[in-house]
């Protein structure tokens, strides 16, 4: 069935938040299909986000990435690309709902904690790039 690819920040490694997110994840009934802990180099920070090259916070963005160890994970289930981002929530915390991952647990855009494929596609591409040797 349907996978996602969902990387967990370095902020939320940093700040203790790995446990919370993935038991909010399987309460929710989706299946962790797999999942490691990189420090990512910056050329590989590029690629994830190569879609927001030309935006003006790119290059902060892509610091903020390298800054520490995240945590890559694939995520099994009905519909888990599209309810994954709703239990993320919006992109600016200013905006994300309370009892959302981003709503309950941040303040600034720039350190959101989380990130979520935002479509089937991508995340093909994503687990792709995260997993090139394939996921058991
Ligand atoms: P992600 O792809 O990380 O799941 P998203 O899909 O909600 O987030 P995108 O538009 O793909 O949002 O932006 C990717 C990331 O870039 C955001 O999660 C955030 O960390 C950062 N970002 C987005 N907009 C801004 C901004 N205006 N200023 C600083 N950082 C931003
Ligand atoms: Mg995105």
Redesign the pocket.
Known sequence: SEVTFI?I?PDGVQRGLIGDIICRFEKKGFFLKAMKMVQVERSFAEKH?S??ST????G??VE?IVSGPVVAMVWQGKGVVATG?KI?G???PAASEPGTI?GDYCI?????I?????AVESAQKEIALWFPDGII
């Open positions: 990387m920040k986000y879609d927001l935006k003006s916070f790119f902060s963005l903020y981002r993320i919006a992109t600016n981003r600034e855009v720039s350190r959101n989380i990130h979520g494929s935002d």
